[in-house]
């Protein structure tokens, strides 16, 4: 059974730091990604790793702030999220694909249960 489990979200003032971590079980993923949601918006590409760590990307607002990495032998991705704005509230989500780096949801076959992070002014 394949599973996804982000830890790591919580309430941090604007300026702080946060880390996100993705556990994967059940196989090995190639591309792995994170996206948020804010209420009464839609799911957002936020950043992306290929299996290899090699490549990268990032949602341009994110830029310099986020750094996204994995370690494969914990099958765990982690988001390392720095300088938080408050438009950076939002249900963060974990998700995998056997394919290469995407922005797009739908290409994603696996997500986890997501991850609150609020940031306050």
């Known amino acids: 059974q394949v599973q996804l489990v982000e830890s790591g979200g919580g309430l941090v003032q604007a300026g702080g730091s946060l880390r996100l971590s993705c556990a994967a079980s059940?196989?090995?993923?190639?591309?792995m990604g994170w996206f948020r949601q804010a209420p009464g918006k839609e799911r957002e590409f936020v950043a992306a790793?290929?299996?290899?760590?090699?490549?990268?990307d990032y949602e341009d607002s994110v830029k310099g702030r986020f750094t996204i990495s994995r370690n494969n032998a914990k099958d765990t991705v982690y988001l390392q999220m720095n300088s938080l704005k408050p438009e950076d509230t939002a249900v963060y989500y974990c998700?995998?694909?056997?394919?290469?780096?995407?922005?797009?949801?739908?290409?994603?076959?696996?997500w986890g249960q997501g991850t609150q992070v609020t940031v306050s002014s």
């Open positions: 790793i290929s299996w290899d760590g090699l490549t990268t």
């Open positions: 059940g196989r090995t993923f190639s591309a």
């Open positions: 998700a995998a694909t056997s394919g290469l780096v995407q922005r797009i949801p739908t290409y994603y076959n696996y």
